[in-house]
Structure formats: C-alpha cells, structure tokens
C-alpha cells in the first residue's frame, strides 16, 4: 500500500505560492536590476543635460532634434530608439526584454528627471562640473547593472554590434564612427556639446570595464554583455 503524506496547510500553501509565482527568482533578480540600472540611466542623462557641459553623444542629438521640433528631449529620445530599432531589421539584430525596456524606461523617465533637476535652480560652475562628473560615474554604473543581467543590449549599441558583425570594421572604429555622425548632426541641430561630452567618450568605457564583471549576474549560463 503507498502511504500519501499528508498535505498541511503549510506546505499547501508553499506549493501554491510556488504555482503562482509567474518568474523564477533568477528571472525577478534580473528584472530588479535591469530596471535599478534603466532608471539610474535616466537619472546620469538628467544630470550631464542640467550641468550644460556636453551632453553624452546621443543625447547630443536628441536635444538639437528637441530644440528644432519642439518635442520635449524624453520624447525625442524614445522616437530616436525606436528608429534605430528599425535600423536593426536589415542587420538580423534580435531584441531582448532589456531592449524593449530600454526604450520605454528611459523614453518615459527622462523628462522627469530633467524637472526635478530644473527645480535646483541656477549651478555655479563648480557644481555643475560636479554634477557632470557625478552623472558620468553614474552612468558607467546605470550600464554595468543593466548590461550585466544579459536581457539584451540597448537599441544604440545593438546598431553597434549588428554593423560590427555586417562589415567585419572593429567594435572601436564602428562605435567612433556612428558616435562622430551622431555628434555633428546634434550639434548642427543645436544640440550641446562640450568637455563632458569627451571625458564622457574617455571615461564611461574604462567605468564599466571595471564595475561589468562585479554586477554580471552568473548562474552557470553564458550571457551577452553588450550594451
């Protein structure tokens, strides 16, 4: 005779919890910090915008399109990403839940961001060379977090890698090449470039170089750590 162990409420409950749960604690771990490293993104692009200092390179661009059409610079943003998106199609580039979120996160964040920055009222220069340096070391640690958790890589560099990968160039020259377009284009437009557009370029590379390998999520599978 097979003798059934009884079914406590106890470990009912437990079993039902577990049914419901709709992702695995790994799958949630991930999410947690894809979103943490999103909105702390939103926030290092809030910062170098508010410092007027140099904007990073796409956002360069983002604020000339802004300061032509009238759309706010997170609408800009969000409209831009979706266009490099389409630039994905004929590169066979695959988006990843970090890419869709990538775009809606900080599509939708930024302006807000850049509001309660606006509301600190009128820097000094010195705070705002600070603030600018804060938002750099901020983003370095915004693209470790969420590059780290391997859900896919940012709509920019995804264009990136896919253009790597078509013309056989190096990461370096590619990366350099869009960078320098992209610059031009926003600061003919009106966009601000400036020193912390180029310590920008210099810096935030070696940060995530170093922070990337501490916040990689591991769990016996190999991931992307493209941005």
Not at 120 to 125: K, R
Not at 161 to 179: D, M
Not at 198 to 222: C, Q, S, W
């Amino acid at each position: 005779m097979i003798v059934v162990p009884e079914q406590t409420p106890l470990r009912a409950a437990t079993v039902s919890a577990r049914r419901a749960s709709w992702l695995p604690a790994p799958a949630v771990s991930r999410l947690v910090r894809l979103a943490a490293g999103l909105v702390l993104y939103s926030v290092s692009i809030a910062m170098l915008v508010d410092a007027r200092l140099g904007n990073m390179p796409w956002d360069v661009l983002s604020q000339g399109v802004a300061h032509r059409t009238g759309l706010t610079f997170g609408t800009v943003t969000l409209l831009t990403s979706v266009v490099v998106l389409v630039c994905w199609w004929p590169l066979r580039q695959r988006p990843g839940v970090g890419t869709v979120a990538n775009v809606l996160v900080i599509g939708l964040l930024v302006d807000p961001f850049l509001a309660l920055m606006d509301g600190l009222g009128d820097l000094s220069l010195p705070v705002r060379v600070l603030v600018a340096a804060a938002g750099i070391a901020l983003n370095g640690l915004a693209t470790a977090l969420y590059v780290g958790v391997g859900l896919g890589p940012g709509p920019r560099d995804g264009l990136m890698t896919g253009l790597v990968a078509r013309t056989g160039r190096p990461v370096a020259l590619v990366r350099s090449g869009i960078e320098v377009v992209v610059v031009a284009s926003g600061m003919l437009l009106g966009g601000r470039f400036g020193a912390a557009t180029i310590a920008y370029a210099l810096l935030v590379g070696p940060i995530v170089h170093v922070l990337l390998p501490r916040l990689t999520v591991r769990d016996g599978r190999a991931y992307s750590t493209t941005r």
